[in-house]
């Protein structure tokens, strides 16, 4: 089973590359979401942030307040380690439950946010990353989640550099451009892939 694992700093744009590979029928597979189903009511992530942090991270529905939770663990350098060490196994192990169960497929995109953080890579055979100026990255991510800078910057500077993911990439794709260039990027590498994961061209 060919997959390809994708990464880039925080609103770089690793959603709009995945649903492009999503639209040319490739399997997609989101770490960040399976991290959210983890900490839904039920799920043991769920159970162990609530014991750690205490009543004041559940919210009026009986969910967890992910707002406040992302308020506190990149204020708290201890609890962003906890967290973390709690959730990787997890998500590590319903992800590669995940790629088997599209055994039939070409291959599979993985979109690993902290993949070198986590040391994610026996998850994939291939690393594409996604890459754009820092100012626009900043800019993005002010946008999409309706922070204030200093919490923005406070989640950048705990992120790897985008230089040190780029050195080890295989494969890069540059979101500073227009909709069409980013488009026809995608399709450049999908045909890679297919290629790759049929035997047909080397690494």
Not at 21 to 30: E, H, K, Q, R
Not at 34 to 45: D, K, Q
Not at 70 to 87: C, G, H, P, Y
Not at 181 to 196: C, K, M, N, P, T
Request: aromatic residues 6%.
């Amino acid at each position: 089973m060919f997959s390809v694992g994708l990464t880039g700093g925080i609103a770089t744009g690793k959603t709009t590359l995945g649903n492009l590979f999503a639209g040319l029928g490739v399997p997609v597979i989101d770490t960040d979401l399976i991290s959210r189903e983890l900490l839904e009511p039920g799920e043991l992530g769920y159970e162990q942030v609530c014991n750690h942090f205490g009543d004041s991270i559940i919210d009026t529905s009986n969910e967890i307040d992910r707002a406040r939770l992302r308020q506190i663990v990149f204020s708290n350098a201890d609890e962003k380690t906890w967290l973390e060490a709690m959730l990787h196994p997890l998500i590590y192990q319903r992800s590669h439950n995940a790629i088997l169960e599209h055994a039939k497929a070409d291959y599979v995109l993985v979109v690993i946010p902290l993949l070198f953080e986590t040391n994610f890579q026996a998850l994939v055979d291939r690393i594409l990353v996604v890459d754009c100026p820092a100012g626009l990255q900043l800019e993005r991510l002010l946008k999409r989640d309706n922070i204030d800078e200093t919490l923005a910057l406070k989640m950048l500077a705990q992120q790897l550099s985008n230089s040190a993911r780029l050195a080890r990439a295989h494969d890069i794709v540059d979101n500073s451009t227009n909709a069409a260039d980013l488009g026809s990027q995608v399709e450049a590498l999908h045909q890679r892939y297919l290629q790759l994961s049929s035997g047909q061209a080397d690494d």
